[in-house]
């Protein structure tokens, strides 16, 4: 979220000005610069050409949302709802999630799940992450996948949905979003 609880939007327009028939993102975005005035959480960037350098820009506007998905899988009604109005887009799990869900599946339902998690943004652990986990765990005495949990969302500064109520207050901790209570 960017400041005064708006989310942030990033209107990303790419192609190749040289070729006319690729450069319209491009176009498109210069024309909203010229022809309207957007609020402070709106950002248009002329991505060009640049391919993989935008990662970075559109990671840190797409994923503000971290969600658990192990529900939805588990048909609770609840989970359903809350995964339809998410877009995956704009939504991230961690190769934790991944792992959890996957360890839990019949074997025949592994390609089904495996090409519905492949829909969402995947974030992965390193050495920054792994140090953070660690730090954590032993602060709030988290296991460590919550930790590692935790730490992902810190790091990328973006929010946590669970329903582990008893590890992540959502008060204590700001980070966290508890969607739903069965």
Known sequence: MS?????????????????RDEGIGVHAVEALRARYRFS???ELLD???QGLKLLGPITEAAIDRFRLL????NRIEQAKQYILGLNPEETAISVITRAEILVGIEESSEPLV???????????LDKDIADLAASLGRK???RLPDAFQAALCLYHNIRFSTRNTKDFNSR???FVEIPYIL
């Open 172 to 174: 204590k901790h700001l």
């Open 140 to 142: 709030h005495g988290w």
């Open 114 to 124: 495996k090409a519905f998690l492949d829909e969402y943004h995947l974030l992965n």
């Open 70 to 73: 192990i529900d939805h899988l």
């Open 3 to 19: 400041g005064g609880g708006q989310k942030h939007i990033l209107v990303l327009g790419v192609g190749n000005i040289l070729l």
């Open 47 to 49: 991505g060009g050409t």
């Open 40 to 42: 402070s959480n709106v």
